[in-house]
């Protein structure tokens, strides 16, 4: 995907006037906090998990290298084949080739934030092949030649009217006159015609949740179902993962499966987990033939002993964008790559480059609520304040908002300060919102709060609620 | 093509030189003792007696949209084609090849047509039998192979799952153990199935719909007593 974060400001200003965005973007709002919430006070374990499933990947990242190779020799014994990718331009290498060997036509697709990032769609229509999105809201995005805004709700920047405009536009073979008012009929509509899809697909393409290195097991995490008929219908599934998906045991999978799908959707649990290790069996009825896992590396290996570290327990769940007020104004596409929201401002610098994607970490108001929701403890804020710190060494930065950051940057370096200043930062959005609760212009964030009014802070940072008791 | 060894080389040697903080030694020693150890963590309290454990499956399969029933192992049959009548669906199911379903062949053949085998685009309800539920969120476990394909969990719009009570656990955790001993350490069925509920989508305006690519419909019968 051609990156725009380097016109960061005039996505955000385009963002904040389109109209259909900012009435798709309340959704967002109002579903995901509250459900997560709820989700997280239902399970008295929760926090104790949220620490485990932290040490687990800790521990993961510092033997990365060792249980990759256990991973592959466990996939190899089961059957199937690694592959390994330094670039997103090797690994769409990798898949053309397995989709040119099988003289494949037609890929059905999960949903998968690696493909985005190896721009795949695109590269294998290119040499003829089809790829086909089976989630909807990925099938309703490659509709409309979008990229995902969201990591796990890919459409969420679409209105209700704007599907039934594309699939009027899109499935021209259905009587003009059949009922389409009602998200009902919409889902009905392609889910009827993707299973023709999945029934015609010669290899099958899904991301992965997790890696297991005991086993060589994949885990794909979905509701549709799409990702399963993805993968079970056709010859040939492949596996894309990156890198630091992998996890040691079953059990520990179990762990982090428990925080995922709360913090996601706030379910308990998503529909389906679906483990996979190898090609069918001899013995089995269903099932690919071949089994493919391409990992991808892709500038995540020279995180690991940085500062960047700990970005590599992320789990892709996206509380973080869910609960980020500067999500909820300007929605994903604003950002301009694969990645966005608080774990896209700090991955995307780390994966393209601080210099194209310099403005990313600037759009924060540093309420911390990121990391307060993160399941995986990922210090968002701080790392933002590493690339900002990074890209002021590079003078990227213009000079009015190097004086700023300056004053910044030394009271966010006092650890002791910390806590009390994004307490008292609240409390200043808070008043300038006034008594309408919104905000008109953010302190450092420059222009892009020109043109609309944010939610202001309410009732001080999450921290201090939940140390007040008040657990939102 | 990439040069794939290289690239796995170059790879791992970079991550070895990032991020390890012992010596290689010590690391391989970690690692070993931490796959084996199968260390389970964090288990959420939930209820000791198997009458509760069944309680709380039904509970939480029920809030994610599930229907349950429970019966004793001679009327399986029988709940089976009541559940298609009660839906207005053919008297018609696919099953696999699992002895536990040979109820439904021999007395349920008086009731509805059973087609064995995987999953075929017509086929509008699937039967198959699981290999546990899980008490803590509702979920069940299928296991690929032929006594239960992996396509009878998804492709037709209906799905059936029949569990024994016995089977009912109270965590993921205590299915590892199990399979470890099935199939061997460090091995696994190609598929295992987690399902809660019947697919489902929020895609367009975040509004849950079900039915999304899987079954419509998830029932549960609990066989009592077995
Ligand atoms: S950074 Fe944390 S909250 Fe954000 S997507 Fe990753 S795991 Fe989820």
Redesign the interface.
């Given at each position: 995907m051609e990156i725009t974060s380097p016109s960061f400001k005039k996505n955000v200003h385009k963002a904040l006037r389109d109209e259909q965005l900012q009435q798709?973007m309340r959704?967002?709002r109002s579903?995901f906090i509250q459900k997560r919430a709820a989700a997280a006070d239902a399970?008295?374990?929760f926090e104790?998990?949220r620490d485990?499933a932290r040490d687990?990947k800790n521990?993961v990242?510092?033997?990365?290298?060792?249980?990759?190779?256990?991973f592959e020799s466990?996939v190899t014994e089961?059957g199937g084949h690694v592959?390994?990718?330094?670039?997103a331009s090797?690994a769409r290498?990798?898949v053309l080739?397995i989709c040119r060997r099988v003289n494949a036509k037609s890929v059905t697709k999960g949903k998968s934030m690696i493909s985005e990032e190896m721009e795949l769609n695109g590269f294998l229509e290119k040499y003829g092949i089809t790829p086909v999105e089976?989630?909807?809201?990925e099938y309703?995005i490659q509709l409309r030649g979008e990229h995902p805004s969201h990591i796990i709700?890919?459409?969420?920047h679409v209105?209700?009217n704007q599907?039934r405009d594309d699939f009027r536009k899109a499935h021209t073979h259905l009587p003009k006159d059949r009922p389409m008012d009602e998200?009902?009929s919409?889902?009905?509509e392609a889910?009827a015609i993707?299973?023709q899809k999945?029934?015609e697909a010669d290899v099958g393409i899904t991301g992965a949740n997790f890696l297991i290195?005991?086993?060589g097991?994949s885990i794909i995490v979905t509701?549709?179902?799409?990702g399963?008929?993805t993968q079970?219908?056709p010859r040939v599934h492949i596996v894309l993962a990156s890198?630091e998906k992998v996890v040691?045991?079953?059990?520990?999978m179990?762990?982090i499966?428990?925080v995922l799908a709360r913090s996601a959707?706030g379910?308990?649990?998503?529909?389906?987990?679906?483990?996979?290790?190898?090609?069918?069996?001899a013995?089995?009825?269903?099932?690919p033939d071949e089994y493919h896992v391409i990992?991808l590396?892709n500038g995540r290996?020279?995180m690991?002993?940085?500062e960047f570290?700990d970005m590599l327990r992320c789990i892709r769940c996206g509380a973080c964008l869910n609960h980020c007020p500067v999500y909820h104004a300007i929605g994903g596409h604003a950002y301009g790559w694969v990645y966005p929201g608080p774990m896209g401002s700090v991955l995307s610098p780390a994966l393209a480059g601080i210099e194209k994607t310099a403005n990313l970490p600037n759009a924060s108001t540093f309420c911390g609520r990121c990391e307060e929701v993160c399941p995986m403890r990922i210090p968002l804020p701080k790392m933002l304040r590493h690339w900002r710190e990074k890209e002021f060494e590079k003078h990227l930065t213009p000079p009015a908002q190097r004086r700023n950051l300056k004053l910044w940057a030394w009271f966010a370096k006092r650890p002791g300060l910390y806590r009390t200043g994004s307490r008292v930062a609240m409390r200043m959005l808070s008043l300038m919102g006034g008594s309408k609760k919104r905000l008109r212009k953010l302190p450092f964030a420059g222009a892009w709060t020109e043109d609309r009014d944010l939610p202001a802070p309410e009732g001080g940072s999450f921290v201090s609620q939940w140390n007040a008791g008040r657990r939102t | 093509m990439a040069d794939e060894i290289g690239s796995r080389d170059a790879i791992l040697s970079r991550i070895r030189s990032q991020a390890a903080t012992k010596p290689q030694a010590e690391r391989m020693a970690d690692v070993e003792a931490r796959i084996s150890s199968h260390k389970r963590g964090i288990l959420p309290a939930g209820p000791r007696s198997l009458i509760k454990r069944v309680e709380r499956f039904t509970q939480k399969a029920e809030a994610a949209q599930s229907t349950v029933a429970q019966v004793s192992p001679p009327k399986l049959a029988k709940a089976v084609s009541e559940w298609l009548r009660e839906h207005n669906l053919p008297a018609e199911i696919r099953i696999g090849q699992d002895p536990r379903l040979s109820p439904l062949k021999k007395s349920g053949a008086k009731l509805m047509t059973v087609n064995s085998g995987k999953a075929d685009p017509a086929d509008i309800t699937g039967v198959s039998f699981a290999e546990c539920g899980i008490a803590e969120s509702g979920t069940i476990a299928m296991l690929s192979g032929k006594a239960n394909p992996t396509t009878l969990n998804f492709v037709p719009e209906n799905h059936i799952t029949i569990v024994n009570e016995s089977d009912i656990l109270s965590h993921y955790e205590e299915l590892w153990p199990r399979l470890r001993r099935r199939f061997g350490r460090g091995k696994m069925p190609r598929t295992v199935n987690f399902i809660t509920g019947p697919s489902r989508s929020a895609d367009i305006e975040q509004t849950l719909i079900l039915g999304a690519h899987g079954p419509v419909r998830h029932h549960i019968i609990i066989v009592k007593g077995a």
């Open positions: 798709a959704h967002v579903n399970l008295p374990e104790a998990l485990n687990i521990h990242l510092e033997n990365l290298d060792l249980y990759l190779e256990r466990k089961n592959h390994w990718a330094a670039t090797d290498g990798m080739d089976t989630d909807l809201g309703i709700a890919p459409s969420v209105t209700m599907v998200p009902e919409l889902l009905k889910r993707l299973r999945f029934m290195a005991e086993t097991t509701n549709e179902g799409n399963d008929l079970s219908l890198l040691p045991t079953l059990e520990d179990s762990q499966m428990r959707t379910q308990e649990m998503s529909v389906y987990t679906t483990l996979s290790t190898g090609p069918r069996r013995s089995d009825p269903d099932g990992l590396d290996s020279n690991l002993g940085t570290q | -």
